[in-house]
């Protein structure tokens, strides 16, 4: 947001800039904020700032929807649509530039890529996705020093409903082959109780511990999410989608099936939640300057290009990225899920080449865990016949 409207004020021809509050939503109910009157220094700190400064919104716009989106554009004389957002949002701008092209009405539509799902087509990793990771990395890096200070079972349910980037990234939290998590599961493979169980058992049976991460969108062979299999009732979301790991329902569930059917007391449960978001002071500086340019070559494109699009981050050499502008349709509702060449041949894990795709994504100053090398001293007592 930020890119965008620092690089618009670079044009003289844009006379004002808004900002609509809590996304389309605001724009239905013309809710702005004048950014022209925001100062530089203010937009720079609110840059470093984790989370969305507009707001955002889980209305899933249609047609209709879209149709008055374009009656309030329409009337306020904007000529540049600017939306960030995940395949709803680019498919929200599809259809707005669609019903501006049957009105003859000059505005240019750009899709700006923000989801830490990372599940955009088109796009190596998504703004957002990086620093998620580097969170989700580093919580099961202190998650299993926790672990192995004090041997259990630890089951930690991470966001991703159809695609598993962000549970992949809790393995570059290890350092030594035996840390945790020991078992990933992610929701591009049928997950199955029997085989979890025997899986945490073999684990904890070689290792006397065992670390899960767990994506929320884990689903049996009929597409069936699991926490609807397991659970008496379950919630549902604005969209009508099963909710899935923000009442902590799915950690619960599963811990409670390990305690019962494996017989071992020490088995914990957590749900990341929204913290994987926006938590201040895990920050990529990879994802923060990749953040900044696309908002910055979404308005070049829509001010020297004179075209619509989706803004898309392509991998270069190393690491090194390029900006390229797609059609919507090629983005617009569409999902991306983790490659097989990121996933294990067990299912349960991930392989090197996704580690080398991720850790780049990191950011510099990425910590590591250290251990005590066990120098045993010698028994004395218990040497003695």
């Known amino acids: 947001m930020v890119g965008a409207v620092l690089e618009s004020r670079k044009f003289r021809n844009v006379e004002l800039i808004y900002g609509a509050v809590h996304g389309v939503r605001g724009i239905l109910d013309e809710d702005f904020y004048d950014l022209t009157q925001e100062t530089t220094h203010n937009l720079e700190m609110v840059a470093n700032t984790p989370s969305s400064a507009l707001g955002s919104t889980r209305d899933k716009p249609d047609l209709k929807y879209c149709q008055e989106i374009f009656k309030v554009l329409r009337a306020h004389e904007i000529g540049y649509f600017f939306y960030t957002g995940g395949n709803d949002s680019s498919d929200t701008v599809r259809i707005v530039n669609e019903e501006a092209r049957k009105a003859d009405y000059d505005l240019r539509c750009i899709h700006i890529p923000k989801t830490i799902d990372n599940d955009l087509v ?213 999902t991306r899920t983790m490659p097989d060449s990121f996933i294990a041949a067990s299912g349960h894990d991930v392989t090197d080449e996704f580690r080398m795709y991720l850790r780049p994504l990191l950011g510099s100053g990425m910590p590591d865990a250290y251990r005590l090398r066990p120098n045993k001293v010698p028994k004395i007592l218990a040497t003695r016949s």
């Open 122 to 334: 088109e796009n190596d990793h998504t703004p957002g996705f990086p620093s998620a990771a580097r969170y989700v990395a580093q919580a099961f890096m202190g998650i299993n020093l926790d672990n192995a200070a004090l041997p259990g079972i630890y089951i930690g349910v991470v966001m991703g409903r159809h695609a598993g980037f962000l549970t992949a990234a809790s393995a570059l939290g290890k350092k030594f082959s035996d840390d945790g998590p020991h078992l990933i599961y992610m929701p591009e493979r049928t997950f199955d109780i029997e085989s979890f169980l025997a899986d945490v058992k073999q684990v904890y049976d070689r290792l006397g511990r065992c670390i899960v991460a767990v994506s929320e969108g884990i689903h049996d062979s009929t597409g069936e999410p699991i926490i609807a299999s397991l659970a008496k009732e379950t919630e549902h979301d604005a969209h009508g989608n099963v909710q899935l790991s923000g009442s902590g329902a799915l950690a619960d569930l599963l811990t409670r099936k390990v305690k019962e059917e494996l017989g071992i007391k020490r088995v914990r449960g957590d749900t990341l939640g929204y913290i994987q978001r926006s938590f201040v002071g895990c920050v990529s500086d990879v994802d923060q300057n990749e953040a900044r340019e696309v908002g910055e070559k979404a308005v070049q494109y829509g001010m020297f290009g004179d075209r619509d699009g989706s803004v898309t981050i392509k991998r270069t050499g190393h690491y090194s990225v390029d900006y390229e502008l797609v059609p919507l349709d090629l983005v617009a509702g569409k």
